[in-house]
């Protein structure tokens, strides 16, 4: 039985700037960054709040993968960031030169807003409504 996810594969062109766009610029931490031999540098980063869930940033070497840099996800979201104030992550991340597509808006699931990352890839930022929690019935 399948019980949790716990990597998903960015193809780059180059880890060490894609390392500093999702640390220092989107405020990831590393959790991973280890050599396997002389040519494969496994390079991970994660939420400072979910360290089970990585991205590994993995350099593209093969036409196929150089293809995929900055359309991994085509036209829609690749990877859906959650923050509990939208706005201000919004905002936060403007000042750093992330490029959006619009101000956050408000839709039935949440605060939401479309943004790119280094390469162009889609990337999506959600403030979740709080959902009532159910109540037992008498």
Not at 43 to 49: A, G
Request: with cysteine; glycine share 6%.
């Amino acid at each position: 039985m399948i019980t949790k996810m716990t990597h998903v594969t960015l193809f780059v062109r180059n880890q060490d700037e894609a390392l500093n766009f999702y640390t220092v610029t989107l405020g990831l931490k590393v959790h991973t960054d280890a050599m396997f031999g002389s040519d494969l540098r496994w390079l991970t980063v994660c939420p400072e709040n979910q360290p089970t869930m990585e991205i590994a940033l993995i350099q593209a070497s093969t036409p196929v993968e150089q293809a995929l840099v900055g359309k991994q996800g085509a036209t829609r979201p690749f990877l859906t960031f959650e923050t509990d104030d939208c706005q201000a992550t919004y905002a936060a991340l403007s000042s750093r030169g992330v490029k959006f597509a619009t101000p956050p808006e408000k839709h039935p699931w949440g605060i939401a807003v479309l943004f790119e990352d280094l390469y162009g890839n889609r990337l999506y930022l959600c403030q979740p409504n709080v959902m009532p929690t159910s109540q037992s019935k008498e």
